[in-house]
């Protein structure tokens, strides 16, 4: 069979022959295949109504009478019993990682001493129970003070209560009086009197918790963050920053207890 070339005309094709079946030539437009053709004729099917019957639509397989063929209503079927079956698996295993993450703690208070305690030049540490009903390691270590009206606005409170873990990666920091710094142990970040970050890795500076005083004793309730302004934040997790986009990088938990 001799290649065809472009725009030779189809073998067979005639110049002015008769059309194919069901073509119709139409003067005006371009030769194609040595006849006048449309460039796209396409079908009109407006105002068609499809026909139900498979039969009618000449569907393959297609019995007398029936509107859905049995491959499709099969398909159907099969299609519909994965999504089940999928659901049936999927959907329990993500409440169960889900749920969590949507479940709001309740604020816990703890008593940590009388007022009279806490000195506003220096930290006391104490060690209470962040989280009950779950033995040893639900404690935790805090550094208090009194409010220092030099460098503590009075949102404050009468008592500031640090938190002891490191902002970095969770490492226990301490206190170090002599030097009026919070230090890390485990890669040498380095806190301020107030807990700002001075040196080292910490994206940002030392939690804290919320105190108040009641019955003649200060309690210390829900943690929070705070930035560089020690403005306060719902408390993030270690290595999360709160300063400029950090604070919409990483969102607070849906699952953190109210502050009051
Ligand atoms: S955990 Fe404290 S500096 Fe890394």
Same mark, same amino acid.
């Given at each position: 069979?001799? *290649?065809r /070339? ?5 073998? !067979? #094709?005639?110049? +002015? ?5 069901? @073509?119709?030539l139409v003067?005006?437009?371009p ?7 449309p460039l796209c ?9 499809q026909? *139900?019957? /498979?039969?009618?639509?000449q569907?393959? !397989? #297609?019995?007398? +009478?029936?509107t859905v063929?049995?491959? @499709?209503f099969?398909?159907?079927?099969a ?22 993450v949507f479940?709001?703690?309740?604020a816990?208070?703890?008593a940590i ?11 006391t540490?104490?060690?209470f129970?962040?989280?009950p ?17 030099e460098?503590d ?17 969770g490492?226990?920091v301490?206190?170090v009086d ?6 890390c142990?485990?890669h ?11 040196g ?19 309690e210390v ?7 560089y ?6 408390p993030?997790?270690p290595?999360?920053s709160v300063?400029g986009?950090g ?5 607070a938990?849906f699952?953190t207890?109210p502050k009051?």
């Amino acid at each position: 069979m001799p *290649p065809r /070339t472009a725009g030779a005309a189809r073998p !067979g #094709a005639d110049r +002015g022959g008769p059309a194919a079946p069901g @073509r119709r030539l139409v003067a005006g437009l371009p030769l194609v295949g040595g006849a006048r053709y449309p460039l796209c004729p396409m079908p009109d099917r407006r105002g068609k109504r499809q026909s *139900p019957y /498979t039969t009618d639509r000449q569907i393959a !397989g #297609a019995f007398e +009478g029936e509107t859905v063929s049995r491959r @499709r209503f099969m398909t159907g079927v099969a299609h519909g019993a994965a999504g089940i079956a999928t659901a049936a698996f999927g959907l329990p295993a993500l409440a169960f990682a889900l749920g969590p993450v949507f479940e709001r703690t309740q604020a816990h208070w703890a008593a940590i001493g009388r007022p009279e305690e806490f000195s506003p030049d220096t930290y006391t540490p104490k060690v209470f129970t962040q989280t009950p009903g779950v033995g040893q390691v639900g404690k935790t270590t805090v550094y208090v003070r009194a409010r220092k009206a030099e460098f503590d606005p009075p949102s404050s409170g009468q008592f500031i209560a640090v938190s002891s873990r490191c902002a970095h990666l969770g490492c226990p920091v301490r206190y170090v009086d002599a030097a009026q710094r919070f230090v890390c142990p485990c890669h040498g970040g380095v806190y301020d009197f107030l807990g700002k970050v001075t040196g080292g890795p910490p994206p940002r500076p030392l939690d804290r918790f919320t105190t108040r005083v009641r019955n003649g004793m200060v309690e210390v309730g829900p943690r929070f963050s705070v930035n560089y302004q020690l403005k306060a934040f719902s408390p993030r997790d270690p290595g999360e920053s709160v300063d400029g986009i950090g604070q919409y990088l990483y969102p607070a938990r849906f699952s953190t207890a109210p502050k009051k």
